[in-house]
């Protein structure tokens, strides 16, 4: 092939001849060799350089456009984005990825061998932050000015591994051969204090810092579908400043002490949610949320000026939304720059303040709401205490004169927790300096006004909202699921339903539909075969593409009870042994990290892996019963298990989960859901219809009854004798010694309910296994979820958002 004769501007074309002229050019000039002599990863970094240059000249009109509108921003703050791989999502938003396939093809080399070389950035770890990324994109979707921001983690969360049955974590290297999606901006550092004094300059305090760190700033194009829109995701890295290594130590030899200060600098930036278990890992974690606030609000700032110089219009211009407590530093951040940098007056900066921030509350669990040692505070950030402490007064003040005399409620809505250690309450903080709070479902909106932050509804019930979550169905459908995109795009003529999921209740008239039916299950069958085979080659298990696929997949916590699903299966192994007919074949699906600190759950772990070592090795139960802990779940593995999955299990205690997005992605991909009525499966079930949903346990209001009761989880176990055949498996070491940690639990408090939703969650099971015997009624049950899930789309929840919170107007980007 003739190779490029100089330099050229970066094309923007899509026919199949330019395509290939700039990927060769990537190659020449980028990796510095020829399609003779490349290797797999030079093939890959200059396929993502050229498709990503189709988004960079979208990416330049639409900062021209937004520059020209001068429209409001929204801003989200979040500590987690779980991005996904950017490959074939990019091909897919440029409409590239035929054009893509056929020009590899035809220069010897396979697209899907090429994808498997791009690596999910590790940014995140949940719900949380899988929301996060879902939202920028239909913000992006919906032509909504918006950049997100967050911190470039080195290592992620972790790599998990498995080792004798155990979670082992591992760093998460994922930029190891470089990224690239990111376009580095290392002249654009911001510097970030920690520590120091305060003193008084001019009647104005200022805050001297002791130690001073640089935030280098990063981003990755965010691209809206079937729009000419990208915004951005703004992720800083901790560097150390050019003085921070001691030459003179490294040249005495003293390598270690020489770098010190460089790790202790960089360190912010390793590793997401560093352990908080000691006193280095408290301070790291207060580092990094300051760290994150500081750079993005110096960023904010920035950009409004860019446009603006009156400050009254900060807050018409800019919304600041808070994805949970991780970011409420900023609350006093921008009150630190708007009075001591840019001197405005105290009423006028907290004016500007609330009317800017918005946040949103991912919990209900009182224990899971952040709070800080005010000791620490005050010797990390001494400013800010200062400035929380003032926060506090004009707080109180305004609770005082709306409730004279109620000291109780003064102490309850205080920032400061007094007892049994002064600590600042991050949450009140987060809500007493925002306009807007919304919860992510419907009963955990209630929950939030009604429970965890009653007090406050009842001081402003005006600011209390709800903002059901919502997943993206280009990723999590069309992405992830290709054969039941394109079914769905044949039946209803097009691909309008990717940008108007309420399209896709028009398969509903399909469910019962023979040859419909039969398509759907092809499809299905299909996916299950590629999981089967990413299963086999990464764990050695064999799974039947027949069975019932039946999936437990995300973070470990003791309230999202996947403890619960590992009774139900302990119990189909007895009853197997006994009877070989007391259940349909199925293979049963656990994936999700426990926290590294997180001891209780990380023994549920070793326990499922326990179980499934026995199970799979019991020629008593082969063909019929299959348990398979998968590693390192992420949005890659879920891209693979979710579009195979027949049963969804949401079976978290109700009344602690705040919303799932794991349920409607399942729902999304057909799969039936057994669940509680917790978090967002309410609305799911509404939708859905309630035949097509496997309900059972306690609602919200009960559990909190039988907790606040004399629960007595040993007399439920000992009255119940397949329960207590189960316990007996785990007490007697059938699935392993040593797990009596795991019962005493159990048996001791069984703070999320366990044994007392166990009978009930059998008899859905039972249920469950018996539509499955009918395969014309479950695939209609099927369908039918994939239906009426249009209302579970991120882009209907970020049109709430934009209505009830944010009411920030589009600004179309005009094509070339």
């Not at 082969?622 to 779940?633: E, K, M, N, Q, S």
Request: overall charge negative; hydrophobic content about 40%; proline content about 4%.
């Amino acid at each position: 092939m003739e190779q490029p004769n100089g330099p050229a501007l970066r094309a923007i074309g899509t026919t199949a001849a330019e395509f290939e002229r700039d990927l060769v050019s990537n190659l020449y000039f980028e990796r510095g060799t020829t399609m003779e002599s490349a290797s797999a990863q030079d093939v890959y970094q200059s396929l993502a350089v050229t498709v990503r240059d189709r988004l960079v000249d979208r990416r330049a009109r639409t900062a021209t456009a937004h520059q020209a509108a001068n429209p409001r921003c929204v801003y989200y703050l979040s500590a987690e984005y779980m991005l996904g791989r950017q490959l074939r999502q990019n091909l897919q938003y440029t409409g590239t990825e035929e054009v893509a396939r056929d020009v590899l093809k035809g220069l010897g080399v396979s697209l899907d061998e090429i994808a498997d070389f791009d690596v999910e950035p590790s940014l995140g770890n949940g719900g949380l932050g899988r929301l996060a990324a879902c939202l920028l994109d239909a913000l992006a979707t919906a032509d909504i000015p918006a950049v997100g921001y967050g911190i470039r983690y080195d290592l992620g969360l972790f790599r998990q591994a498995i080792v004798d049955g155990a979670q082992v974590e591992r760093p998460d290297d994922w930029a190891f051969d470089g990224s690239p999606w990111e376009f580095p901006q290392q002249d654009d550092r911001q510097a970030v204090g920690f520590y120091g004094r305060v003193e008084v300059e001019a009647g104005r305090r200022r805050w001297i810092p002791e130690e001073t760190v640089l935030g280098e700033p990063s981003h990755m194009l965010v691209p809206g579908y079937g729009t000419q829109t990208v915004n951005i995701v703004r992720l800083w890295r901790a560097r150390a400043d050019s003085d921070a290594f001691n030459l003179a130590d490294f040249a005495a030899g003293r390598s270690a002490e020489a770098v010190q200060e460089v790790l202790r600098s960089e360190n912010i930036s390793k590793v997401l949610y560093p352990a908080d278990s000691t006193e280095f890992g408290r301070e790291l974690r207060l580092k990094q949320q300051y760290f994150l606030v500081s750079c993005s609000l110096w960023d904010i700032v920035r950009r409004f000026h860019l446009r603006n110089s009156d400050w009254t219009v900060f807050a018409d211009k800019t919304v600041i939304q808070l994805n949970d407590t991780h970011p409420a530093l900023a609350v006093p951040e921008l009150m630190r720059l708007l009075v001591d940098e840019y001197e405005l007056d105290w009423d006028t900066a907290w004016s500007i303040t609330r009317r800017t921030f918005a946040y949103t509350c991912h919990t209900l669990l009182p224990e899971a709401l952040e709070t800080w040692p005010v000791a620490l505070f005050e010797r990390l950030l001494p400013r800010h205490l200062e400035i929380v402490y003032a926060i506090n007064q004009t707080h109180l003040d305004e609770v005082e004169s709306r409730f004279p005399g109620d000291g109780d409620l003064r102490r309850r809505l205080s920032l400061i927790q007094e007892e049994p250690e002064r600590r600042i309450r991050m949450a009140h903080l987060a809500v007493v300096g925002s306009h807007a709070v919304n919860g992510v479902a419907e009963l955990h909106s209630r929950l939030l006004a009604e429970t965890t932050l009653a007090d406050f509804a009842r001081l402003w019930p005006e600011r209390f909202r709800n903002v059901t979550n919502g997943v993206s169905p280009r990723r999590f459908l069309r992405l992830a699921n290709p054969r039941l995109a394109a079914l769905i795009s044949e039946r209803l003529g097009g691909e309008g339903w990717l940008t108007d999921l309420d399209q896709l209740r028009g398969l509903a008239a399909l469910a019962g539909d023979s040859e419909f039916q039969r398509r759907w299950r092809v499809v299905k069958r299909d996916n299950k075969l590629d999981l089967a085979a990413y299963v086999r080659a990464a764990t050695g298990v064999v799974l039947d593409p027949d069975a019932l696929c039946d999936v437990h997949v995300k973070r470990f916590h003791e309230y999202k009870r996947q403890l619960l699903k590992l009774l139900h299966v302990i119990t189909l192994h007895d009853r197997l042994r006994a009877d070989p007919g007391a259940d349909v074949p199925r293979t049963v699906v656990f994936a999700g990290k426990a926290a590294p600190s997180y001891h209780a759950v990380k023994r549920i772990i070793q326990l499922i892996n326990g179980v499934a070592k026995v199970v799979n090795a019991d020629p008593a139960v082969a063909g019929r019963l299959t348990v398979v802990f998968l590693p390192d779940y992420n949005v890659t593995r879920a891209e693979l298990i979710v579009p195979a999955a027949d049963l969804s299990e949401q079976i978290s205690l109700a009344g602690k989960e705040a919303s799932g997005t794991g349920n409607m992605k399942l729902a999304l991909n057909g799969a039936v859901t057994v669940g509680t009525l917790d978090g967002a499966n309410i609305e799911l079930r509404d939708r859905v219809g309630a035949d097509n949903f496997f309900l059972f346990g306690v609602d919200a209001a009960c559990a909190a009854e039988v907790r606040r009761g004399d629960y007595r989880p040993g007399e439920i176990a000992g009255s119940d004798p397949e329960l207590a055949a189960a316990l007996a498996a785990i007490a007697d070491g059938r699935y392993g010694a040593g797990f009596g940690d795991v019962l005493d639990t159990l048996l001791g408090r069984d703070e999320y309910l366990t044994l007392a939703d166990y009978r009930a969650y059998l008899d859905a099971q039972d249920a469950a296994a018996a539509a499955w015997r009918d395969p014309a009624r479950w695939t209609a049950m099927s369908i039918r979820n994939t239906a009426h899930c249009g209302f579970f789309s991120a882009d209907r929840t970020v049109a709430d958002y934009r209505d009830r919170i944010w009411h920030a107007d589009p600004v179309p980007v005009p094509p070339r």
